[in-house]
Nanobody, 124 residues
């Protein structure tokens, strides 16, 4: 059974940094496409960053140059390092995974497995 547990959210002032982690279990972690998504109330869930089994990444334009997604295959952990945070980064952040290795789409609908979410709040 695939399990994803996200952690690391919190409150930070604009310009600050946070590191989100997603501990994965129950599947061949290194072979999956994985990603971070975020959602604010009243809006659709949106891509933040995704990474495939070869380490190829894709970022939403709004976070390029500020966020970095990475995988620690030995620890089965997905990481999102967030820097230069802005008020508009405030959201619930979710990690997600899908089998097949390649990330065929950045759409949330492509991802089958989801973690429980961790809240990020940036104050201006």
């Amino acid at each position: 059974q695939v399990q994803l547990v996200a952690s690391g959210g919190g409150s930070v002032q604009a310009g600050g940094s946070l590191r989100l982690s997603c501990a994965a279990s129950g599947y061949s972690y290194s072979r999956y496409c994985m990603g971070w998504f975020r959602q604010v109330p009243g809006k659709e869930r949106e891509e933040v960053a995704i990474i495939d089994s070869n380490g190829v990444t894709n970022y939403a334009d709004s976070v390029k140059g500020r966020f970095t997604i990475s995988k620690d295959n030995a620890k089965s952990t997905l990481v999102l390092q967030m820097a230069s945070l802005k008020f508009e980064d405030t959201a619930m952040y979710y990690c997600a995974a899908n089998g097949g290795g390649l990330c065929l789409s950045p759409s949330p609908s492509f991802f089958r497995y989801w973690g429980q979410g961790t809240q990020v709040t940036v104050s201006s």
